[in-house]
């Protein structure tokens, strides 16, 4: 069996080259079901310990002992990629799963929202799954879960983008700064460490990098009633609560990095899957499969795809997509939404008139305590589902105060918050802050703000 597979891996391998898919050098590990279900738990091999990811394993693996749900595989956006693979699995399971996970390593290679992806995450992860230990034997396991808790209830609230353009903010300042300053040269005598400061003539202004460095760090430090919104409320509690230690300040960058990690996975679920399933479909078919074997993978991949009557299926809803569009535009044209979207313009640009009907696909909404169908036409289907991928399907909140009490905004683009998921989740922020918060949001047509001070939490309509 493992000989089989040893070879049928070649073939699938060259066999996915041949037809154009480029990714990262692979490494695959048959594994049993509670090694899978861990990882798939965790989302990685190596992470953290919480409570949270042993709710996730113990869920998944019932559904697995009761024969309600599988996983076959997961895979891992690294260099080299890491690919899991169930030991219970037939050679034809396999040999489909081995045509998944390289399409899907060619996702993570690709596209371009992948591209500032840390690709040494297994190893980073380790090294931060270390330090939260340390934090355990230090603070005790109690006090650094209760951190975790408050932290990962926030962890979705990131701005991917914000650590680059905060970066090129800097970098701007510096370099708007040093043109305001005679005597350029003298810039260049600024000691990389230790050391005098070489000063300006200049009266006013900072007189080093490391003082105009210093005065941002200061700018930002000193949120004001006139900041502008902010997206990434865990970088902006992270640089700015007054209330944490520096362990705290670790953690947090640790949830968030982790997060940001994950973002570009999230933000394209439905064109990954549906680019993976197209790719196995025609890597399958391109192989010398015996009659058994067809009609094995005709069966599993038909799971795969099979259509939802409650939910969108990434996989069917995203291979139906790719094959429309090599059917108007061409194969090479595949390789260039591969590489350029996410779902949100994916679908913006792709979900036509004719899919959205062979789909049977409808929008659908809640009348007081009941859910409807609220249209089946096509644009407003095409739109609604363009919602539901916004932000990674999650609420978009900012940061619009912070003077002393933390202030934030949902904006309401006509689905509520959940009631209940508020009254949880407000507290675990005012932990973070070390002060009251407050969240605007809309209720029944209505403005409320929610506000705690980390015992209750109360609601005000205005």
Not at 11 to 27: C, H, N, V, W, Y
Not at 58 to 83: F, R, W
Not at 112 to 135: K, L, P
Not at 159 to 184: F, M, S, W
Request: aromatic letters at 12%; proline letters at 4%.
């Amino acid at each position: 069996m493992m000989q089989q597979l040893e070879q049928a891996i070649d073939e699938i391998t060259q066999k996915a080259k041949s037809l154009g898919l480029d990714f990262f050098p692979m490494r695959y590990e048959i594994c049993p079901p509670e090694v899978i279900y861990t990882f798939g738990a965790y989302g990685m091999p190596t992470r953290y310990n919480h409570w949270s990811f042993g709710k996730a394993f113990y869920k998944m693996k019932m559904q697995y002992d009761l024969g309600m749900s599988k996983i076959y595989e997961l895979v891992i956006n690294s260099n080299p990629c890491y690919a899991f693979l169930l030991d219970s699995n037939t050679l034809i399971q396999n040999k489909l799963i081995v045509a998944h996970v390289l399409a899907h390593c060619d996702f993570f290679k690709n596209n371009a929202h992948f591209a500032h992806t840390n690709r040494n995450m297994v190893e980073s992860m380790a090294a931060s799954a270390d330090r939260i230990r340390q934090y355990e034997k230090t603070y005790g396991r109690a006090k650094v879960e209760s951190f975790l808790d408050a932290a990962m209830a926030i962890a979705e609230h990131i701005d991917p983008h914000a650590d680059r353009i905060k970066k090129k903010q800097q970098v701007d300042h510096l370099k708007k700064v040093r043109t305001q300053q005679p005597y350029e040269d003298l810039w260049e005598l600024e000691p990389a460490v230790g050391g005098e400061t070489v000063s300006s003539p200049s009266p006013s202004g900072p007189t080093s990098i490391r003082d105009i460095l210093k005065g941002h760090r200061e700018e930002k430090e000193s949120p004001s009633h006139s900041m502008e919104p902010e997206k990434d409320i865990l970088l902006f509690i992270m640089e700015n609560s007054r209330h944490l230690e520096d362990w705290q300040r670790d953690i947090l960058t640790i949830v968030r990095d982790e997060m940001s990690y994950f973002w570009p996975q999230i933000e394209t679920k439905v064109m990954n899957e549906g680019w993976a399933t197209y790719w196995h479909l025609h890597i399958m078919r391109e192989l010398d499969l015996s009659d058994e074997e067809t009609i094995e993978f005709a069966k599993l991949n038909a799971s795969v795809i099979q259509p939802s009557t409650t939910q969108i299926n990434p996989y069917y809803v995203g291979l139906k997509m790719f094959e429309d569009i090599e059917k108007r535009f061409g194969r090479d044209h595949l390789f260039e939404v591969r590489e350029l979207e996410s779902d949100t313009s994916f679908i913006r640009n792709y979900l036509t008139q004719d899919l959205v009907k062979e789909l049977n696909m409808f929008s659908f909404g809640k009348i007081g305590s009941d859910y409807v169908i609220n249209s089946t036409e096509w644009e407003k289907v095409r739109d609604t589902f363009i919602e539901s991928r916004v932000n990674g399907g999650f609420p978009y909140l900012t940061v619009i105060d912070a003077d002393p009490d933390l202030h934030l905004h949902h904006h309401y683009e006509g689905s509520e918050l959940d009631l209940r998921y508020i009254e949880k989740t407000l507290p675990y922020v005012q932990q973070l802050w070390g002060r009251n918060v407050h969240l605007q949001t809309m209720i029944e047509e209505r403005r409320v703000v929610f506000s705690t001070d980390g015992e209750k939490v109360h609601r005000k309509f205005i």
